[in-house]
């Protein structure tokens, strides 16, 4: 008698697990694009991305308006001349003594400064010495201030690019005050 119930349960079992499937009568779909997912061609044009915008799906991907990205410091003296000369004349650094790590800042103007240069700020440095770029400034022979230094690192000046994507805001016032230093030797 126990065998013919597990005979029973068994046939029950099978029936029900079979009956739910049927290939000729497909199940109901709860998210259909999830398993038939629309097929594009590669490299092919798309109405998917259009919008009344006219921005053809890159609405996605533009910032909103006002943002700015996460420890983004908004710089507030423009790309010009009379930036520069106002923020030689106005801007100074945030950083006191104690928030310049000396070595760091050292280390940072070895990186991206003395190639140009020269390790001692003197103009001298290994692209100048393969007359790579000519006319590079030696720091004494320049009035510069904090400001002014900050300024051409963030901007960049003449053949020299801007730094602010290589170097943070704080790193950038650490090299700042690292030129000084080489300046006032």
């Given at each position: 008698m126990k065998s013919l119930i597990k005979i029973a349960g068994l046939f029950v079992l099978v029936v029900s697990v079979s009956s739910c499937k049927n290939d000729l009568k497909p199940n109901y779909q709860y998210m259909p694009n999830m398993y038939e997912s629309v097929a594009y061609e590669t490299y092919a044009e798309s109405d998917a991305f259009n919008s009344p915008t006219g921005l053809k799906g890159k609405e996605g991907?533009?910032?909103?308006?006002?943002?700015?990205?996460?420890g983004f410091e908004?710089?507030?003296y423009p790309n010009t001349t009379a930036g520069?000369?106002?923020?030689?004349?106005?801007?100074?650094s945030p950083l006191d003594s104690t928030g310049v790590d000396a070595k760091k800042a050292e280390e940072l103007y070895t990186i991206y400064c003395s190639i140009c240069h020269g390790e001692a700020g003197d103009g001298k440095g290994k692209?100048?010495?393969?007359?790579?770029?000519?006319g590079v400034p030696a720091y004494k022979d320049r009035p510069v201030t904090e400001g002014s230094i900050y300024h051409v690192i963030t901007y960049g000046l003449n053949s020299m690019g801007s730094h602010a994507n290589q170097l943070s805001s704080k790193e950038r016032w650490m090299v700042t005050s690292h030129v000084l230093k080489l300046r006032n030797q």
């Open positions: 991907q533009i910032p909103a308006e006002g943002s700015i990205k996460r908004p710089y507030e520069y000369d106002a923020a030689k004349a106005n801007l100074k692209l100048v010495k393969q007359e790579k770029f000519l």
